[in-house]
C-alpha cells in the first residue's frame, strides 16, 4: 500500500521545482523599479479638471466581493458598486428592500469573492448595458445595469462549487456561464455522504448556461452540462467561426483530492474543453435534458417598487454528454491552464497553463476538422479527447514564466500575462513570435485591453493588474492596497504610463469607452413611477401606523427636512420601519438616514427612491435622527426625534411636523 504523505514528499522534488520557483520569484523587486516612464507620460494619463476619462473601467474587488469603477486613462476611482458584500455607505444589504438581492438556499449570504467582469455583448462587441460579475464562494452571478450602476439582479448557481470559469457571455448575451472549480458529489443526501477518496467514482463537475431576459435583466439557468470530475478554471465564448461554441480550461484532470499542489500537477497536459452551446440549446430545446434537483434562488432589483424579488426554483435542467455525442470534446493543453481566451477572430484559442513554459494556440479550423476525422487520442471518463498535434495552430515559445491571461489588440496581437516572471509579453498570434515584453510591479494576474476579449478591441492601452505591491506606494502598515498598471499599447514597444492603487483585489477587469455607456445614465427615478407599497409621494402622504408590534413610518426627505419629524408613542418591543421616500427631482441629490442606536447601517436613498430601515429600539427616552449626506447649507438642520416610552406606555402613536406659526 502507498503511503500518501511520502508519496508526496517524492514527487514534489520533480513536480515541486517549478512551485519553489513559483514562490520565491513571486515579489521580488525587479532592479529597474523606476522604471523609465517618458517625459510626457504625465500628459498622456492627465484629464484636466472638469474633463472625463475616454474609458470607463470595471475592475474585480475579488475578496471584497464588489466591483470597482475607474476613469481611464487617469485611473481615479469613481464608484464602488456593491455586488456580493455588504455596503454599509448606501445601505446595500442592510436596508429591507436591498436584503433579498442576497438570499439564497443557505440564507442571507453577505460576501463572496468575485473576480470576472463581462460586459454584456452585442454582436461580439461590448454594448454598454450590463456587467457580469462572479461569486465565487456561494456560486453566483451577478448582473450590474450601467444605467445605474447598480446590481441589478442575482442568480444562485446549484450543482456549483466555487464558481471560477464564469461568466463569460455569448456574443448576443443569449447566455452567460458558470463552470465549477471544485468537482463535488453531487444528487440526493445519500449520493452526497460518500468518502472524499471516492473521488474519481462520485465527484462530478457542471458548466450551466445562464439566460439573462434582454428587457428586464432577470435571470435563469437555461441548461447545465454535468461533465466529469476536474477543476475548471476559466473560459471564453467562440465567435466569428467559433461562434456556438465556448471553451473551458480544465486542471486536475488526475482527479485528486488532497496536496493538490503536488497531485494535480502530475499529467503533462490538462484540457481545454470545447462545448457545442447552439447543440446544447437545441437538445434542452428539445427536451432531452433531464430536470435534476437544483434548489436556487433568482433575486432580481425591480425598479418601480425599488425592492428585491426573489424566485426559488426547485430544479435545473441537466444535459448528460455521454448520452448526446458531439456535446463536449477535450483538447489536451499543458499544464494546469488557467486563462482561456478566444482571439477577436474567433479562429484561436489560447490555453495558458501556470506551469507550462510554452503558449499553446489552438486552431477552431483544424479542432473541427479533428472533430470529423474522429483523429482522437482516446477518451476521458467517456469525453472524446482530440489529438493534441491536430488541433494545435502553433506554440509561442519562451514566453515566459507563469503565463495566466491573454488579451488582444485589433491587429492581431496578443497580451499574456506572466505571473511568475512579473510581466507581460507581446506576441503575434499568427506567427507566434514574441514581439515585445515589458516589467510589471509585482506579480500580475489578470490584464486588459479596453474590448480585449470580444470581437472588436479598442486597443489603446493594457493594464496589469498585479498581485503584489510592496514598495510602489507609501506604506499603510502590514495591508497595502493593491494596484493597476496602465501601459500604451499604440507603438511597436508597450510603455508604462500609470501606475494607479485599486480597492480589494483586482482579477479581471473590462473596459469600454465611455460614450457607450453613457447614453443610458439614470440621473434619478422618478417619483411619479415609485410603485414600492411603503411610498410617500408627497408630505401629505407621511404618517404613522402601528401593526401589533410593528411601526410602520412613511417618511419623506426634501432639501432640508424629514417629515415627519416628531414621533411619539413608539414602545419598547415595538419594531419601527422607517420607510423614508427621497422627493428630490434632481440629479445627484441623495438624502441619508441615520438613527442612534440602529443596529445595521444607514440607509442612502436616491431621488425618487424609497428604501427601508428597521430599527428595535433597546431603551427609553428621546432618540434622534437626522440625514448623513451633506445635501444643502440647512443640512445640519436636517433632524428628528422619536419618543420611545415603556412598553406599557398610553402615549398615543403619533408623527408630526411643527411649524413656527402652529400654536404648540
Ligand atoms: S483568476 S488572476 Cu479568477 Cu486569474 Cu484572478
Ligand atoms: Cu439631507 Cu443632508
Same mark, same amino acid.
Given at each position: 500500500?502507498?503511503?500518501?504523505?511520502?508519496?508526496?514528499?517524492?514527487?514534489?522534488?520533480?513536480?515541486?521545482?517549478?512551485?519553489?520557483?513559483?514562490?520565491?520569484?513571486?515579489?521580488?523587486?525587479?532592479?529597474?523599479?523606476?522604471?523609465?516612464?517618458?517625459?510626457?507620460?504625465?500628459?498622456?494619463?492627465?484629464?484636466?479638471?472638469?474633463?472625463?476619462?475616454?474609458?470607463?473601467?470595471?475592475?474585480?474587488?475579488?475578496?471584497?466581493?464588489?466591483?470597482?469603477?475607474?476613469?481611464?486613462?487617469?485611473? $481615479?476611482?469613481?464608484?464602488?458598486?456593491?455586488?456580493?458584500?455588504?455596503?454599509?455607505?448606501?445601505?446595500?444589504?442592510?436596508?429591507?428592500?436591498?436584503?433579498?438581492?442576497?438570499?439564497?438556499?443557505?440564507?442571507?449570504?453577505?460576501?463572496?469573492?468575485?473576480?470576472?467582469?463581462?460586459?454584456?455583448?452585442?454582436?461580439?462587441?461590448?454594448?454598454?448595458?450590463?456587467?457580469?460579475?462572479?461569486?465565487?464562494?456561494?456560486?453566483?452571478?451577478?448582473?450590474?445595469?450601467?444605467?445605474?450602476?447598480?446590481?441589478?439582479?442575482?442568480?444562485?448557481?446549484?450543482?456549483?462549487?466555487?464558481?471560477?470559469?464564469?461568466?463569460?457571455?455569448?456574443?448576443?448575451?443569449?447566455?452567460?456561464?458558470?463552470?465549477?472549480?471544485?468537482?463535488?458529489?453531487?444528487?440526493?443526501?445519500?449520493? $452526497?455522504?460518500?468518502?472524499?477518496?471516492?473521488?474519481?467514482?462520485?465527484?462530478?463537475?457542471?458548466?450551466?448556461?445562464?439566460?439573462?431576459?434582454?428587457?428586464?435583466?432577470?435571470?435563469?439557468?437555461?441548461?447545465?452540462?454535468?461533465?466529469?470530475?476536474?477543476?475548471?478554471?476559466?473560459?471564453?465564448?467562440?465567435?466569428?467561426?467559433?461562434?456556438?461554441?465556448?471553451?473551458?480550461?480544465?486542471?486536475?484532470?488526475?482527479?485528486?483530492?488532497?496536496?493538490?499542489?503536488?497531485?494535480?500537477?502530475? $499529467?503533462?497536459?490538462?484540457?481545454?474543453?470545447?462545448?457545442?452551446?447552439?447543440?446544447?440549446?437545441?437538445?434542452?430545446?428539445?427536451?432531452?435534458?433531464?430536470?435534476?434537483?437544483?434548489?436556487?434562488?433568482?433575486?432580481?432589483?425591480?425598479?418601480?417598487?425599488?425592492?428585491?424579488?426573489?424566485?426559488?426554483?426547485?430544479?435545473?435542467?441537466?444535459?448528460?454528454?455521454?448520452?448526446?455525442?458531439?456535446?463536449?470534446?477535450?483538447?489536451?493543453?499543458?499544464?494546469?491552464?488557467?486563462?482561456?481566451?478566444?482571439?477577436?477572430?474567433?479562429?484561436?484559442?489560447?490555453?495558458?497553463?501556470?506551469?507550462?513554459?510554452?503558449?499553446?494556440?489552438?486552431?477552431?479550423?483544424?479542432?473541427?476538422?479533428?472533430?470529423?476525422?474522429?483523429?482522437?487520442?482516446?477518451?476521458?471518463?467517456?469525453?472524446?479527447?482530440?489529438?493534441?498535434?491536430?488541433?494545435?495552430?502553433?506554440?509561442?515559445?519562451?514566453?515566459?514564466?507563469?503565463?495566466?491571461?491573454?488579451?488582444?489588440?485589433?491587429?492581431?496581437?496578443?497580451?499574456?500575462?506572466?505571473?511568475?516572471?512579473?510581466?507581460?509579453?507581446?506576441?503575434?498570434?499568427?506567427?507566434?513570435?514574441?514581439?515585445?515584453?515589458?516589467?510589471?510591479?509585482?506579480?500580475?494576474?489578470?490584464?486588459?485591453?479596453?474590448?480585449?476579449?470580444?470581437?472588436?478591441?479598442?486597443?489603446?492601452?493594457?493594464?496589469?493588474?498585479?498581485?503584489?505591491?510592496?514598495?510602489?506606494?507609501?506604506?499603510?502598515?502590514?495591508?497595502?492596497?493593491?494596484?493597476?498598471?496602465?501601459?500604451?499599447?499604440?507603438?511597436?514597444?508597450?510603455?508604462?504610463?500609470?501606475?494607479?492603487?485599486?480597492?480589494?483585489?483586482?482579477?479581471?477587469?473590462?473596459?469600454?469607452?465611455?460614450?457607450?455607456?453613457?447614453?443610458?445614465?439614470?440621473?434619478?427615478?422618478?417619483?411619479?413611477?415609485?410603485?414600492?407599497?411603503?411610498?410617500?409621494?408627497?408630505?401629505?402622504?407621511?404618517?404613522?401606523?402601528?401593526?401589533?408590534?410593528?411601526?410602520?413610518?412613511?417618511?419623506?426627505?426634501?432639501?432640508?427636512?424629514?417629515?415627519?419629524?416628531?414621533?411619539?408613542?413608539?414602545?419598547?418591543?415595538?419594531?419601527?420601519?422607517?420607510?423614508?421616500?427621497?422627493?428630490?427631482?434632481?440629479?445627484?441629490?441623495?438624502?441619508?438616514?441615520?438613527?442612534?442606536?440602529?443596529?445595521?447601517?444607514?440607509?442612502?436613498?436616491?431621488?425618487?427612491?424609497?428604501?427601508?430601515?428597521?430599527?428595535?429600539?433597546?431603551?427609553?427616552?428621546?432618540?434622534?435622527?437626522?440625514?448623513?449626506?451633506?445635501?444643502?447649507?440647512?443640512?445640519?438642520?436636517?433632524?428628528?426625534?422619536?419618543?420611545?416610552?415603556?412598553?406599557?406606555?398610553?402615549?398615543?402613536?403619533?408623527?408630526?411636523?411643527?411649524?413656527?406659526?402652529?400654536?404648540?
Amino acid at each position: 500500500m502507498k503511503r500518501p504523505l511520502l508519496t508526496s514528499s517524492l514527487l514534489l522534488g520533480a513536480a515541486g521545482a517549478l512551485f519553489l520557483l513559483f514562490n520565491s520569484l513571486q515579489g521580488c523587486r525587479p532592479r529597474t523599479v523606476e522604471a523609465a516612464v517618458g517625459g510626457d507620460a504625465a500628459s498622456r494619463t492627465y484629464v484636466k479638471p472638469g474633463a472625463y476619462d475616454e474609458f470607463y473601467n470595471l475592475v474585480s474587488g475579488g475578496f471584497s466581493g464588489q466591483v470597482a469603477v475607474y476613469g481611464l486613462p487617469s485611473g $481615479r476611482l469613481l464608484r464602488e458598486i456593491p455586488v456580493f458584500s455588504v455596503d454599509p455607505e448606501s445601505g446595500y444589504g442592510y436596508s429591507e428592500e436591498t436584503k433579498g438581492m442576497l438570499s439564497t438556499t443557505q440564507g442571507f449570504i453577505p460576501w463572496d469573492d468575485s473576480h470576472h467582469p463581462e460586459l454584456s455583448q452585442t454582436d461580439g462587441v461590448p454594448d454598454g448595458k450590463w456587467c457580469f460579475i462572479n461569486g465565487n464562494n456561494t456560486p453566483r452571478i451577478a448582473l450590474i445595469d450601467l444605467g445605474t450602476f447598480r446590481t441589478a439582479s442575482i442568480i444562485e448557481i446549484p450543482n456549483s462549487a466555487g464558481n471560477h470559469s464564469s461568466p463569460f457571455t455569448t456574443g448576443n448575451s443569449e447566455y452567460v456561464v458558470a463552470g465549477t472549480r471544485f468537482s463535488i458529489p453531487m444528487g440526493d443526501e445519500s449520493s $452526497r455522504d460518500v468518502p472524499i477518496k471516492t473521488y474519481k467514482e462520485n465527484f462530478k463537475g457542471t458548466v450551466s448556461f445562464i439566460h439573462p431576459d434582454p428587457e428586464t435583466g432577470k435571470m435563469n439557468i437555461a441548461f447545465q452540462i454535468k461533465t466529469p470530475g476536474v477543476n475548471f478554471d476559466l473560459s471564453h465564448a467562440g465567435k466569428g467561426p467559433s461562434e456556438g461554441w465556448f471553451f473551458f480550461s480544465c486542471y486536475n484532470t488526475e482527479q485528486a483530492y488532497s496536496l493538490m499542489e503536488v497531485n494535480s500537477s502530475q $499529467r503533462d497536459k490538462d484540457f481545454i474543453m470545447a462545448v457545442n452551446w447552439r447543440m446544447a440549446e437545441q437538445l434542452a430545446r428539445e427536451g432531452k435534458g433531464k430536470r435534476v434537483p437544483g434548489k436556487h434562488h433568482s433575486n432580481w432589483w425591480n425598479h418601480h417598487t425599488h425592492s428585491a424579488e426573489s424566485t426559488v426554483y426547485e430544479d435545473v435542467l441537466q444535459l448528460d454528454p455521454k448520452e448526446h455525442p458531439g456535446l463536449l470534446y477535450f483538447m489536451p493543453c499543458p499544464k494546469s491552464p488557467h486563462g482561456c481566451d478566444v482571439d477577436p477572430s474567433g479562429k484561436y484559442i489560447i490555453g495558458s497553463g501556470k506551469l507550462a513554459a510554452l503558449i499553446p494556440v489552438f486552431s477552431f479550423e483544424k479542432m473541427k476538422a479533428a472533430i470529423a476525422a474522429n483523429d482522437l487520442e482516446g477518451d476521458y471518463d467517456g469525453i472524446p479527447v482530440l489529438k493534441y498535434e491536430s488541433v494545435l495552430h502553433g506554440e509561442v515559445k519562451k514566453p515566459g514564466l507563469g503565463p495566466l491571461h491573454t488579451e488582444f489588440d485589433a491587429n492581431g496581437n496578443a497580451y499574456t500575462s506572466m505571473f511568475v516572471s512579473s510581466e507581460i509579453v507581446k506576441w503575434n498570434v499568427q506567427s507566434l513570435e514574441v514581439l515585445d515584453r515589458v516589467p510589471t510591479y509585482y506579480s500580475i494576474g489578470h490584464l486588459m485591453v479596453p474590448g480585449g476579449d470580444s470581437k472588436k478591441p479598442w486597443g489603446k492601452y493594457v493594464v496589469a493588474y498585479n498581485k503584489i505591491t510592496k514598495d510602489r506606494y507609501l506604506p499603510t502598515g502590514p495591508e497595502l492596497s493593491q494596484s493597476a498598471q496602465l501601459y500604451s499599447i499604440e507603438g511597436d514597444k508597450m510603455e508604462l504610463l500609470l501606475d494607479f492603487p485599486t480597492t480589494g483585489e483586482p482579477h479581471y477587469a473590462q473596459a469600454i469607452p465611455a460614450d457607450l455607456v453613457r447614453p443610458r445614465e439614470v440621473k434619478f427615478f422618478k417619483i411619479e413611477e415609485n410603485q414600492h407599497p411603503y411610498a410617500a409621494k408627497g408630505e401629505k402622504e407621511t404618517r404613522v401606523e402601528r401593526k401589533g408590534k410593528e411601526v410602520h413610518i412613511y417618511m419623506t426627505t426634501i432639501r432640508s427636512h424629514f417629515a415627519p419629524d416628531n414621533v411619539e408613542g413608539v414602545k419598547l418591543g415595538d419594531e419601527v420601519y422607517f420607510h423614508v421616500t427621497n422627493l428630490e427631482q434632481d440629479w445627484d441629490v441623495p438624502h441619508g438616514f441615520a438613527i442612534k442606536g440602529a443596529q445595521n447601517a444607514e440607509l442612502l436613498i436616491m431621488p425618487g427612491e424609497t428604501q427601508t430601515l428597521k430599527w428595535v429600539p433597546g431603551r427609553v427616552g428621546v432618540v434622534p435622527y437626522y440625514c448623513t449626506d451633506f445635501c444643502s447649507a440647512l443640512h445640519q438642520e436636517m433632524q428628528g426625534y422619536v419618543r420611545v416610552s415603556p412598553a406599557n406606555s398610553t402615549v398615543p402613536l403619533t408623527a408630526y411636523t411643527v411649524s413656527v406659526d402652529a400654536e404648540l
